[in-house]
């Protein structure tokens, strides 16, 4: 993303970078290539969009760290809240979580996502 456009397209990324999001020991196959590609980071941290992508995974969270809406572009994702309740979601859903939210996060299909997060 630009000054000059709203539109957010892989033309105006940033190119892909690690990303360290996930404890190496959270992974469930040998893959482990986490990256992140941001379209937009403000200057203070409080706001945040880009391109997620990671392997399958799953990782208890006790205090979700951000606010966050994304899209899921491929892949599966299931997530558990912390009275159990799973919910399943694949492309084209939209997902929040609400910072210092409980849940345990399980990718089964190789994720890619859209994101933005507040702080």
């Known amino acids: 993303m ?6 957010i397209s892989l033309e105006f990324a940033e190119e892909k970078k690690p990303s360290r999001l996930i404890p190496k020991t959270c992974f469930t196959t040998e893959d482990n290539d986490e990256t992140t590609q941001s379209f937009y980071e403000a200057e203070d ?3 945040a ?6 392997p399958p995974c799953k990782v208890d969270i006790d205090n979700y760290p951000v606010n966050e809406m994304m899209t899921i572009i491929s892949g599966a994702l299931i997530m558990t809240n912390a009275k ?3 919910e399943a979601f ?3 859903e939209v997902v929040f979580v609400r910072k ?3 849940l345990t996060w399980q990718i089964t299909k190789r994720l890619r996502k859209y994101y933005m997060t507040s702080s």
């Open 2 to 7: 630009t000054e000059n456009t709203f539109k």
């Open 45 to 47: 941290g409080s706001v």
């Open 49 to 54: 969009t880009g391109i997620w992508e990671c």
């Open 84 to 86: 159990g309740v799973e």
């Open 90 to 92: 694949g492309p084209g």
């Open 100 to 102: 210092g939210s409980k």
